[in-house]
């Protein structure tokens, strides 16, 4: 009994994805990932932004992560502002008519 109404309930799903006839478009500014990257500055967590890391001795040696600059570039996803994070929309296919 109760599968019955399992299958039942699986047809009325499949009914209505088949009725709802939309198309899925791909959003072109992240092509359907739903982020996007972009660089951003950020202080070198390893020198902490002065450059230079300690050494053993009492020395301090130019940080090698950073260069001696101090900043790391750091590439962070940032969620598509097209298709705000979805990778895409669906349109109505009844929207030509
Ligand atoms: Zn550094
Ligand atoms: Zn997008």
Redesign the pocket.
């Known amino acids: 009994m109760k599968k019955k109404i399992c299958t039942v309930v699986a047809l009325l799903v499949i009914a209505i994805s088949v009725t709802a006839a939309t198309i899925w478009v791909t ?1 072109n ?2 092509n359907g ?2 982020y996007t990257f972009v660089n951003t500055c950020t202080k070198c967590p390893t020198c902490k932004g002065s450059g230079t890391v300690p050494n053993d001795d009492g020395t301090r040696s130019s940080c090698t992560r950073c260069g001696g600059s101090g900043v790391v570039t750091k590439q962070d996803r940032k969620t ?1 502002s ?2 705000l994070g979805t ?2 929309r669906e349109v109505s296919s009844n929207s030509c008519y």
């Open positions: 959003c500014t992240c990932l739903g598509c097209t298709c990778g895409g």
